[in-house]
């Protein structure tokens, strides 16, 4: 078989890149190492930036998103219980949407799906060979065959525990890192969201945030330690921990139910650059990584899809390798802003076991800033609705 571009990974990045080259007449396959069911059970954060809704729109998938979606024209932040609101349309003149991540990637396969596109689920042992030269090819195995698939290119959408990175020689490659000693134990409940807008709170106990999915379906954290464990959080802990953290008047009032998913996530901020390597992409997870404090993780593999999509465009339709030579540089030059974004909402909401009276006077400082300083407010606002591409 032979194919224009190989993608490995059927996440968000994977699938809207497949969607959009196939709009322009680029033949293209999707192999995802888990199968659909797996892929469409993942829950992960939904606020989507307007480019990201752009984009979604371009690759057709945006009927439901604008129907089911939330536009949410604020953020509120909280301090010690007491909250103030970020007015993201009066300072930046757009909103952000809330719409699950776990849905925008129903809708990319549905439509991957009706239009006829390549996806093979369950593809075992996947891997990328021969990127360095001029006839690259992907191998794997479905039901136990083994297949190849020759190509001019491959595209590494496979997530940070993906395998397309650790193609790229060590030489070439290099890592930036940090790790947060803390975690996020995260509930889905079905209840009524306590609020209309999203709420992140700084609080002595830690980091709590309130957000939703639909009317009646909200999602909720809280930072807990690092080595945490999640049978020690029953739902009444949770929710009593939880209103300790949030404002008043959002614990007051607060509807709180059983979980149906409870979990936590460590924190990190990771970066490889560069993120191409003679025929091979990176795409999303696979060359980077967010704390979700900044709820960018999404967002920015979406921007790195619109730089790849513009270069390949580029590339088939008049044969100019100039877009694919500038990905990299491109993709990284909005990558390391959302990094920055990412470590500064962390830094600034959350509580760090080694924090001095020193480190928690800047803390109190940087927030009421913010909440008194319009400039403060346009730096969050302008970065939390998303950087131009
Ligand atoms: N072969 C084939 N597929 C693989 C392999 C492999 N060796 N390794 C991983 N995959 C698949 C995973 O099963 C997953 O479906 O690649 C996909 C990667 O998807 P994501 O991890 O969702 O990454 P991405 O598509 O870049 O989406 C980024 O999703 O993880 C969130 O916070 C992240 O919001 C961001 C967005
Ligand atoms: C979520 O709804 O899961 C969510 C929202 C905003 C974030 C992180 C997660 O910043």
């Not at 009317?215 to 929710?239: A, C, G, H, M, V």
């Not at 009032?253 to 990176?282: N, Q, Y």
Request: hydrophobic share 35%; glycine share 8%.
């Amino acid at each position: 078989m032979r194919k224009n571009v190989v993608i490995i990974g059927g996440g968000p990045s994977g699938l809207l890149l497949s969607r959009l080259l196939s709009i322009d007449g680029i033949d293209n396959i999707v192999l995802e190492k888990q199968s659909e069911e797996h892929v469409m059970g993942r829950i992960r954060a939904g606020v989507l930036e307007s480019g990201t809704i752009e984009m979604l729109k371009k690759a057709g998938v945006s009927d439901r998103l604008e129907k089911e979606g939330f536009n949410h024209d604020g953020i509120q932040l909280s301090f010690k219980n007491h909250g103030f609101r970020i007015n993201l349309k009066q300072l930046t003149n757009k909103h952000v949407t809330v719409y699950g991540q776990t849905e925008v990637t129903k809708d990319l396969y549905s439509k991957i799906k009706k239009e006829n596109g390549d996806i093979i689920n369950n593809a075992e042992d996947v891997l990328p060979q021969d990127v360095h030269t001029d006839a690259p090819f992907v191998t794997f195995k479905k039901d136990g065959v083994e297949k190849k698939i020759k190509c001019d290119l491959v595209a590494g959408c496979d997530g940070f525990h993906g395998i397309s990175r650790t193609i790229i020689p060590k030489a070439i490659i290099k890592s930036f890192e940090r790790k947060y000693p803390f975690g996020w134990l995260g509930i889905l409940s079905e209840t009524p969201p306590v609020s209309e807008e999203l709420i992140y709170a700084n609080h002595g106990n830690g980091f709590a945030l309130a957000s939703m999915r639909n009317e009646n379906l909200s999602r909720y954290y809280i930072q807990t330690p690092l080595n945490e464990k999640i049978e020690n959080w029953t739902d009444q802990k949770f929710w009593d921990e939880l209103k300790k953290r949030l404002p008043t008047e959002a614990a007051d009032t607060i509807v709180t139910g059983s979980s149906i998913e409870k979990s936590i996530a460590p924190l990190r901020s990771f970066v490889c650059e560069p993120m191409s390597w003679k025929k091979l992409f990176l795409v999303g997870d696979a060359a980077h990584i967010v704390p979700p404090t900044g709820a960018k993780g999404l967002n920015l593999a979406v921007s790195d899809v619109y730089y790849l999509h513009d270069a390949l465009k580029k590339y088939y339709q008049s044969q100019t390798n100039e877009g694919l030579n500038k990905y990299s540089y491109n993709a990284l030059s909005r990558v390391w802003k959302a990094i920055r974004f990412s470590w500064w909402m962390t830094t600034t909401f959350h509580k760090f076991p080694e924090q001095s009276s020193f480190d928690q006077r800047i803390q109190d400082s940087e927030i009421e800033y913010l909440e008194n300083s319009v400039a403060s407010q346009k730096v969050l606002a302008e970065n939390y609705v998303g950087l131009p591409y």
